[in-house]
């Protein structure tokens, strides 16, 4: 087994070429390619522990958060637009510093205090468990959720794919374990 990372459209591309037998990544409905859902990953507001929005005692609700220096992801971009509505279905405007292509960076500049961020859980385990971060809901309603596919050519059937599927539905988040 190979394991390569890379940015989602690179990924996309060696899979169509037959450079690679399948991807587990997001869901992006692509009709082209053949997708089985394996595991749902949470989206969580993520803070720094000494952040101000976690002093108040109560979740904030969404006009406190939007006054925020939020960092967004533009490997977000699946869900991104769901967390805009609720700001917007509130009449605010979300407080957008910064965009950035990876996850990955996204939360190393929460970590270093430049801002807050929606982020999936599964790509912060290990700061949610030590404590480096927090996870916190402004409101009950924002329930959203990141689908993650074992994804393949229609007309190759991957190696492996039930394994795969299997650990992937097995695994538990952070969320689910605390």
Not at 68 to 78: D, F, L
Not at 103 to 119: S, T
Not at 135 to 150: D, F, G, H, T
Request: net charge negative; aromatic share 8%; glycine share 4%.
């Amino acid at each position: 087994v190979e394991i390569v990372t890379n940015m989602p459209d690179a990924l996309l591309e060696l899979l169509r070429r037959e450079e690679c037998d399948f991807l587990i990544t997001q869901s992006y409905g692509l009709p082209d390619l053949t997708e089985t859902p394996v595991y749902q990953d949470k989206i969580s507001l993520i803070v720094p522990p000494d952040h101000p929005l976690l002093a108040r005692g109560m979740p904030p609700d969404f006009s406190q958060v939007a006054l925020e220096p939020i960092i967004c992801s533009s490997a977000m971009s699946n869900y991104w637009e769901s967390i805009e509505s609720h700001f917007r279905a509130r009449g605010v405007e979300p407080n957008v510093v910064l965009s950035v292509d990876s996850v990955e960076i996204a939360k190393n500049m929460v970590l270093q205090g430049l801002g807050i961020a929606f982020l999936p859980e599964l790509a912060l385990e290990k700061e949610l468990i030590d404590g480096s971060l927090v996870s916190i809901s402004p409101v009950p309603e924002l329930k959203i959720y990141r689908n993650i596919s074992l994804i393949h050519l229609p007309w190759k059937e991957p190696p492996y794919r039930d394994i795969f599927t299997e650990a992937c539905q097995q695994y538990k988040s952070w969320s689910s374990r605390v």
